[in-house]
């Protein structure tokens, strides 16, 4: 088993920085893609962004790209993800999640452990 904890959520003024991180135990995140999910109130969970094992490729939605970066930091089984440019629409639950197949195309279906979720408000 493994737990994932997130932490870093909070409120942040439009066009502002935050960052999350997810940190592992239980079970080494070292060989899992490594994600992060969203869900807005009212709204169903989407995909946010993936790092491979490795950290060797991320992937990330269309509505974060350029505005977010993924990272992993192996060593301390952790993952964070940068959100270097909120914008009101980024206003959810973030979700960490792991997955012990690829990072490319992760879905909610192929997830094997999630965490609670870390809420992030994005004023206007």
């Known amino acids: 088993q493994m737990q994932l904890v997130e932490s870093g959520g909070g409120l942040v003024q439009a066009g502002g920085s935050l960052r999350l991180s997810c940190a592992a135990s239980g079970r080494t995140a070292r060989s899992y893609a490594m994600g992060w999910f969203r869900q807005a109130a009212g709204k169903e969970r989407e995909f946010v962004a993936a790092i491979s094992w490795s950290a060797s490729s991320t992937y990330y939605s269309d509505s974060v790209k350029g505005r977010f970066t993924i990272s992993r930091d192996n060593a301390k089984n952790t993952v964070y993800l940068q959100i270097h440019t909120a914008e009101p629409e980024d206003t959810a639950v973030y979700y960490c999640?792991?997955?012990?197949?690829?990072?490319?195309?992760?879905?909610?279906?192929?997830?094997?452990?999630w965490g609670r979720g870390t809420q992030v408000t994005v004023s206007s």
């Open positions: 999640a792991a997955a012990v197949t690829t990072a490319r195309g992760m879905s909610e279906m192929g997830i094997d452990y």
